[in-house]
């Protein structure tokens, strides 16, 4: 599966976005998927995960409640609305598809990557 996020940018801290990770191919409802961001001069991290049916969603603790993420498979298309962003969540926001049987919380636990798409968060 090919993915490409989309819809990151420049935004002043309490401010909103919304992420779109679309997928290629005919096999998006059988991952579960997960968003990670890397800020520069740390490591990859996990943001937010969904399962494959939508029915079960998983966040950081640093984003819990202020990010959502949910999927459309008719669309293969993920999403994470950010709302009330801080400088801290400055980062460069990738989606992952996740191998089957492994962790949806380790980066070394997805299959395919999407290019990254960069937010950036002014104070």
């Known amino acids: 599966v090919q993915l490409q996020a989309s819809g990151g940018g420049l935004v002043q801290a309490g401010g909103s976005l919304r992420l779109s990770c679309a997928a290629s191919?005919?096999?998006?409802?059988?991952?579960?998927m997960g968003w990670f961001r890397q800020a520069p001069g740390k490591e990859r991290e996990f943001v937010a995960a969904?399962?494959?049916?939508?029915?079960?969603?998983y966040y950081a603790a640093s984003v819990k409640g202020r990010f959502t993420i949910s999927r459309d498979n008719a669309k293969n298309t993920v999403y994470l609305q950010m709302n009330s962003l801080k400088p801290e969540d400055t980062a460069v926001y990738y989606c992952?598809?996740?191998?089957?049987?492994?962790?949806?919380?380790?980066?070394?636990?997805?299959?395919?990557w999407g290019d990254g798409t960069q937010v950036t968060v002014s104070s």
């Open positions: 969904i399962s494959r049916s939508g029915g079960s969603t």
């Open positions: 992952a598809a996740n191998a089957y049987g492994s962790s949806l919380f380790n980066p070394d636990g997805m299959a395919y």
């Open positions: 191919g005919r096999t998006f409802s059988s991952y579960a």
